[in-house]
C-alpha cells in the first residue's frame, strides 16, 4: 500500500496538530497502521499504532495522555491528533502500515509514508 503523511508544521507548545495519512493501492483495512517519529541524530521511534478496524491502539507512554490515533476505513486515511505538543515532540512523522499486530520496531512494518516534518517552538 502506498502512504502519503500530511499535516505537519510549526506549533508553539501547548498547541495542537493533526497529522493525516492517506492509503491508496491496497485494502486499508488489512492493514495496521501506525505512526513514527525521527528526531535528528535519533533513531526512528514508535509512536503509536491502530488496529485493523480502529478497535485496538497502542501508544508509546510518553504520548499516551495527549496523542490519540484514529482511522477512518471509509476514507483509507489514518490520523494522529497531538494535543499539548512538546519541543521534544519536534520530529519527522512517519506514517506505517504492515498487517500483524502488536509491532513497535520500525522494521516490522512494510509500507512507509515520506514522512512530515512537526517542529515545536518553545
Known amino acids: 500500500v502506498q502512504l502519503q503523511a500530511s499535516g505537519g508544521g510549526l506549533v508553539q507548545a501547548g498547541g495542537s496538530l493533526r497529522l493525516s495519512c492517506a492509503a491508496s493501492g491496497g485494502t486499508f483495512s488489512y492493514y495496521v497502521m501506525a505512526w513514527f517519529r525521527q528526531a535528528p541524530g535519533k533513531e526512528r521511534e514508535f509512536v503509536a499504532a491502530i488496529g485493523w478496524s480502529g478497535g485496538v491502539t497502542d501508544y508509546e507512554d510518553s504520548v499516551k495522555a495527549r496523542f490519540a490515533i484514529s482511522r477512518d476505513n471509509a476514507k483509507n486515511t489514518a490520523y494522529l491528533r497531538m494535543n499539548s505538543l512538546k519541543s521534544e515532540d519536534t520530529a519527522v512523522y512517519f506514517c506505517?502500515?504492515?498487517?500483524?499486530?502488536?509491532?513497535?520496531?520500525?522494521?516490522?512494518?512494510?509500507?512507509w509514508g515520506q514522512g512530515t516534518q512537526v517542529t515545536v517552538s518553545s
Open positions: 506505517a502500515a504492515t498487517k500483524g499486530w502488536g509491532y513497535r520496531r520500525a522494521d516490522e512494518y512494510e509500507d
